[in-house]
């Protein structure tokens, strides 16, 4: 345990990006199919995916985390960070970082804006999307999402306070809600208290509105790029089940599946992991099958 708050050594490499640094984890081998590029949710990092890497590297897939700009172990970067300057660093980073292309895009909760912009400015080179219990544009703009957007913005505020004047390294035992192997839970218990790390992350809910109407402005997804949705507790065919599925419904090769005993955090963990590997799967099968010119089924349910 790190209950002192004290920095873990990385995981992974620094990538230099332009006169700074991102931290980028890869796991599994380099092979001909897509690599699987995980974009963390709120207060998350690349330490957030170490599970579900670890599954996908056990099976043959290549897979690459990575922390955004000054969250983790990575450098600042410049303001805004907005969904466009976020999207504009992965980009440099997978390219400094010779991570080839095509690739399938797994955000977890906000950062399903992210992944989805992401492919709107990169369409050639995005062979699928995996939304883990994620907020895509159908969801943001829905009326009924602002009392929820605006609470989580305030809790996030007060927790970046905390961190601020070292409240929460007393408490980063607390730091791993979702359950993971020992050196990446030791990364997020010592991020639980910095205040670095809780600063930018405050900045980015902030602007997770203008990061979901840049996604939405971007426009729809193609039908024919396979998606997958995973969700966690949202009961059968409740009202929020229906809208977090939607880009899965409306692609011509769908999955979408609700983990019932699952929450929003533990999806990713030790548990559930192999969940979220079953949507990836279908994913990189549903891209082999449409770079092959083969019609993959709707799955999921």
Avoid at 228 to 242: C, E, L, M, S
Wanted: hydrophobic share 40%; charged share 20%; aromatic share 8%.
């Amino acid at each position: 345990m790190n209950p002192s708050g004290q920095r873990q050594p990385p995981r992974g490499r620094f990538v230099d990006i332009g006169g700074r640094h991102l931290r980028i984890v890869c796991e599994g081998p380099e092979g001909p199919g897509p690599t699987v590029v995980f974009e963390a949710g709120a207060f998350g990092f690349s330490a957030d995916w170490a599970e579900v890497q670890a599954r996908l590297a056990a099976q043959g897939v290549r897979s690459c985390a990575y922390d955004r700009a000054g969250l983790g172990y990575s450098d600042p970067g410049p303001s805004p960070r907005d969904g466009v300057g976020v999207a504009e660093d992965l980009e440099k980073l997978l390219t400094a970082a010779e991570v080839k292309p095509p690739y399938v895009l797994v955000g977890h909760s906000m950062a399903g804006v992210r992944i989805w912009l992401f492919r709107q400015r990169n369409k050639a080179e995005t062979a699928g999307l995996v939304f883990v219990d994620a907020a895509t544009p159908y969801i943001v703009n829905r009326r009924e999402s602002d009392p929820i957007l605006n609470g989580f913005s305030a809790l996030s505020r007060l927790a970046g306070l905390g961190a601020s004047v070292g409240v929460l390294r007393a408490f980063g035992f607390m730091g791993d809600t979702i359950g993971l192997p020992s050196e990446p839970a030791a990364e997020k218990r010592w991020a639980f208290g910095d205040a670095e790390h809780n600063r930018v992350a405050v900045q980015e809910v902030v602007l997770w509105r203008k990061a979901a109407e840049q996604a939405a402005a971007s426009g729809d997804l193609d039908p024919d790029l396979p998606v997958a949705v995973i969700t966690a507790g949202h009961g059968d065919g409740g009202p929020w089940r229906q809208v977090y599925a939607e880009p899965a419904k409306r692609a011509r090769q769908g999955y979408a599946v609700d983990v019932a005993s699952a929450n929003h955090a533990n999806l990713l963990g030790l548990r559930h992991a192999g969940e979220v590997v079953k949507a990836i799967d279908f994913v990189l099968a549903a891209a082999h099958d449409r770079a092959s010119g083969e019609t993959g089924a709707r799955a999921g349910g």
